[in-house]
């Protein structure tokens, strides 16, 4: 089995690919606060997201489209809060580090999470949401039907709920009432 082989043959759990795009994002962000390139958060949440999308399980695709919101929020408010803390007045330096960071990182948001959807889409996401609806039709409660009477006369017996006819008695009557 050659490299190429073993390579293509790598795969991530649901959780692995989020943690991978979590860590990307992270040193993304360390990066951006060395270097000083705006960019380089949401380039690296891009490319996080690309390789999570590429080297999920098949049957993670579902899990892993909705998520990669969630991880630049997640990343995003770890960030700030990390940064506010150095700062005179935290909670207004959080308040306008969220406002600014989610504004900014809104383009890198949208592009990362269209394309995790295109590639998982190619990769058979459509599958994975026709599975998912089989398996919540077969297990569908069914709705209880009324039994049909014994006697012959095709009344059906159907008991209401319990409590329903039971008076409900709040406190206890006073004395001379």
């Known amino acids: 089995?050659?490299?190429?082989?073993r390579a293509a043959g790598i795969r991530l759990t649901v959780?692995?690919?989020?943690a991978f795009v979590l860590?990307?994002?992270?040193?993304?962000?360390?990066?951006q606060a060395l270097v000083g390139v705006a960019a380089l958060t949401g380039a690296a949440?891009?490319?996080?997201?690309?390789?999570?999308?590429?080297?999920?399980?098949?049957?993670?695709?579902l899990s892993l489209?909705?998520?990669?919101?969630?991880?630049?929020?997640?990343?995003t408010t770890f960030i700030e809060a990390v940064r506010?803390?150095?700062?005179?007045t935290p909670v207004q330096a959080f308040g306008l580090g969220m406002y600014t960071a989610l504004s900014q990182g809104a383009p890198w948001l949208f592009g990362g999470s269209f394309l995790v959807l295109?590639?998982?889409?190619r990769r058979g996401l459509t599958r994975c949401v026709?599975?998912?609806?089989?398996?919540?039709?077969?297990?569908?409660?069914?709705?209880?039907?009324?039994?049909?009477?014994?006697?012959?006369?095709?009344?059906?017996?159907?008991?209401?709920?319990?409590?329903?006819?039971?008076?409900?008695?709040?406190g206890t009557p006073r004395e001379g009432q």
């Open 65 to 75: 489209v909705v998520s990669p919101p969630l991880v630049f929020f997640v990343t």
């Open 118 to 121: 295109v590639i998982a889409w």
């Open 130 to 170: 026709r599975e998912l609806r089989e398996e919540l039709r077969a297990t569908k409660a069914s709705v209880p039907r009324p039994r049909s009477g014994g006697d012959g006369g095709g009344t059906a017996f159907a008991p209401e709920p319990e409590g329903y006819f039971e008076p409900k008695v709040y």
């Open 45 to 61: 949440f891009v490319a996080g997201c690309v390789a999570a999308a590429s080297l999920v399980n098949r049957r993670d695709l």
């Open 84 to 88: 506010s803390l150095f700062a005179a």
């Open 1 to 5: 089995m050659s490299e190429l082989d």
């Open 23 to 31: 860590v990307s994002t992270l040193v993304g962000s360390v990066l």
């Open 15 to 18: 959780r692995g690919a989020l």
